[in-house]
């Protein structure tokens, strides 16, 4: 009996000396990726043009076109269908946990979340979010290493979600160690199943920070389907409030 507990003593302590030491990695992930979010342009308000082309093999190109504005840290976000016509005025709008979706021909809003699809492509609505305050509150994080990612020597953070929010169970994200920037991300379902991987090729430096302007989203589930995602027309003027209301995408058409 006496070696039975003591074994368990063992284990018991064993599991508080790696609690420890995972605490120790979690906070340098995280510290990690933050600092990935600081070089990043986008703080405070900020608008830009998503153009998004979609191919999937046996079809042609697709290409569809948002309008985003986003409240960086206050979790607050309106996106707007341009492109195609047809679907011009579909929208979301984001209020604290709220995601609503907007069909502007039945004029309703339906409650929506962060894992939805923009229209066809491979691009999730939270996709489109830049808000540096969601790693810690969705996230605890798995895993921290080092690898070469082509020409760069890189930190791989592997994150697990812990609330509905993420689109993705798992996520993998390959940052730079030199300057800290995302090139690379991998999605995983709960079963471990490779789902998407995210190239982010080109990143161009503003007086802002740095703006990551073409994204390339491949869906591992069809060889051969990806989305891409090229910014423009990015502005940081200060952004009405009523910017992020209901009112607003009801007043578009």
């Given at each position: 009996?006496?070696?039975?507990?003591?074994i368990?003593?063992?284990?018991f302590?064993s599991?508080?000396s790696?609690a420890?030491?995972s605490?120790?990695?979690?906070?340098?992930?995280?510290?990690?990726?933050?600092d990935?979010d600081?070089q990043?342009?986008?703080?405070?308000?900020?608008?830009?043009t998503?153009s998004i082309?979609?191919e999937?093999p046996?079809k042609?190109?697709e290409?569809?076109q948002y309008?985003m504005?986003?409240?960086i840290?206050?979790?607050?976000?309106?996106?707007?269908q341009l492109?195609?016509?047809?679907?011009k005025g579909n929208?979301?709008?984001?209020?604290?946990?709220?995601i609503?979706?907007y069909?502007?021909?039945?004029r309703?809003?339906s409650h929506s979340?962060?894992?939805?699809?923009l229209?066809?492509?491979?691009?999730k609505?939270?996709d489109?979010?830049?808000?540096?305050q969601?790693w810690r509150k969705n996230?605890?994080?798995?895993d921290l290493?080092?690898?070469a990612?082509?020409?760069?020597?890189v930190?791989?953070i592997?994150?697990?979600?812990i609330?509905?929010?993420?689109a993705?169970?798992?996520?993998?994200?390959y940052?730079?160690?030199?300057i800290?920037?995302?090139?690379?991300r991998?999605?995983?379902s709960?079963s471990?199943r490779?789902?998407r991987t995210?190239?982010?090729?080109?990143y161009?430096?503003?007086?802002?920070g740095?703006?990551g302007?073409?994204?390339?989203v491949r869906?591992?589930?069809?060889?051969?389907?990806?989305?891409?995602?090229?910014?423009?027309?990015?502005?940081?003027?200060?952004?009405?409030?009523k910017i992020?209301?209901?009112?607003?995408?009801e007043?578009?058409?």
């Amino acid at each position: 009996m006496k070696k039975i507990l003591l074994i368990f003593a063992t284990l018991f302590l064993s599991t508080l000396s790696f609690a420890e030491a995972s605490k120790e990695i979690s906070e340098k992930a995280f510290k990690i990726i933050e600092d990935a979010d600081n070089q990043l342009a986008y703080k405070g308000d900020y608008s830009c043009t998503a153009s998004i082309i979609i191919e999937k093999p046996g079809k042609p190109k697709e290409n569809l076109q948002y309008k985003m504005f986003e409240r960086i840290g206050k979790d607050s976000f309106t996106i707007v269908q341009l492109f195609p016509e047809a679907d011009k005025g579909n929208g979301y709008l984001r209020e604290g946990d709220n995601i609503w979706a907007y069909d502007p021909i039945g004029r309703k809003f339906s409650h929506s979340s962060l894992k939805e699809a923009l229209g066809d492509s491979d691009l999730k609505v939270d996709d489109m979010s830049n808000d540096d305050q969601k790693w810690r509150k969705n996230y605890k994080v798995e895993d921290l290493r080092e690898e070469a990612l082509g020409k760069y020597e890189v930190y791989v953070i592997t994150l697990i979600a812990i609330t509905n929010g993420p689109a993705y169970e798992k996520s993998e994200y390959y940052i730079r160690k030199d300057i800290p920037l995302v090139l690379k991300r991998t999605d995983f379902s709960a079963s471990g199943r490779l789902m998407r991987t995210t190239l982010i090729p080109k990143y161009t430096k503003t007086d802002k920070g740095y703006i990551g302007y073409h994204t390339i989203v491949r869906d591992e589930l069809n060889p051969g389907e990806q989305t891409q995602q090229i910014i423009s027309d990015l502005t940081f003027d200060t952004l009405p409030d009523k910017i992020f209301t209901k009112a607003y995408l009801e007043g578009l058409n």
